[in-house]
């Protein structure tokens, strides 16, 4: 879990040593009309999969972001992730995203000249695939023994579409060019029972 969280977190962290720069700057310009593409490193949170081993994972994937502000409060984009690394559940089960695209609709409220809060949500429609591990199948296959997540294995979450939520933080580097950090619901699984957070870093531009 830290691995994931220095993975998510570094190079945005480093990139903070440039705001006092950015909080000596005019006061800022309307954002609305403007466009936005992002890039961010996203770490999945795996919670309470299945429905009697509510255990949890963690995961890593790529987000690519698309938007626009609508008014200076109001924006609506689209995103689209790929997963990097699968999670493993107690050494059996593996989990892996291989990609979602989410739907969002926002609002975001200046702190500051530079710091920006907003909440978005939408839906997202995901796609990705539970197997067992190595171990996992050899449990599996021996008739004097069971493993709970063999009933898991398969497409993953069961129920692709989901409602989704963010809620960040985004911080003036330069111009129009933003550091975000932020953190919500992917999905929520009815099959697996699984619940999985997205915790993001990474950039964004403006133009």
């Given at each position: 879990?830290?691995?994931?969280?220095?993975?998510?977190?570094?190079?945005p962290?480093?990139?903070?040593?440039?705001?006092?720069?950015?909080?000596q700057?005019q006061?800022?310009?309307?954002?609305?009309?403007?466009?936005?593409?992002?890039?961010?490193?996203?770490?999945?949170?795996?919670?309470?999969?299945?429905?009697?081993?509510v255990?949890a994972?963690?995961?890593?994937?790529?987000?690519?972001?698309f938007?626009g502000?609508?008014?200076?409060?109001?924006?609506?984009?689209?995103?689209?992730?790929?997963g990097?690394?699968?999670?493993?559940?107690?050494?059996?089960?593996?989990?892996?995203?291989?990609?979602f695209?989410?739907?969002?609709?926002g609002?975001?409220y200046?702190?500051?000249?530079y710091?920006?809060?907003?909440?978005?949500?939408?839906?997202?429609?995901?796609?990705?695939?539970?197997?067992?591990?190595?171990e996992g199948?050899?449990?599996a296959?021996?008739?004097?023994?069971?493993?709970?997540?063999?009933?898991?294995?398969?497409?993953?979450?069961e129920s692709?579409?989901?409602?989704?939520?963010?809620?960040?933080?985004?911080?003036?580097?330069?111009?129009?060019?933003?550091?975000?950090?932020e953190?919500?619901?992917?999905?929520?699984?009815?099959?697996t029972?699984a619940?999985?957070?997205?915790?993001?870093?990474?950039?964004?531009?403006?133009?």
């Open positions: 879990m830290n691995k994931l969280l220095r993975v998510c977190c570094s190079a962290l480093a990139l903070l040593a440039a705001l006092p720069l950015a909080s700057a006061e800022s310009t309307s954002r609305e009309d403007l466009y936005y593409v992002g890039v961010l490193a996203t770490a999945l949170n795996h919670r309470s999969v299945g429905e009697d081993t255990e994972t963690w995961s890593n994937a790529g987000t690519l972001v938007g502000h609508i008014t200076d409060l109001f924006h609506a984009e689209v995103r689209v992730g790929a990097i690394s699968e999670g493993t559940v107690d050494g059996l089960l593996n989990l892996n995203i291989d990609h695209e989410s739907w969002y609709m609002l975001h200046p702190l500051t000249d710091a920006n809060i907003y909440g978005q949500a939408g839906f997202s429609n995901i796609h990705g695939r539970a197997r067992l591990t190595q199948q050899a449990i296959d021996d008739p004097d023994r069971a493993t709970p997540y063999e009933e898991l294995v398969g497409e993953y979450p692709a579409f989901s409602i989704s939520w963010i809620v960040g933080l985004d911080m003036e580097l330069f111009n129009n060019a933003y550091v975000v950090l953190g919500g619901r992917l999905f929520k699984d009815t099959g029972n619940n999985t957070f997205q915790f993001s870093s990474g950039l964004r531009y403006e133009f």
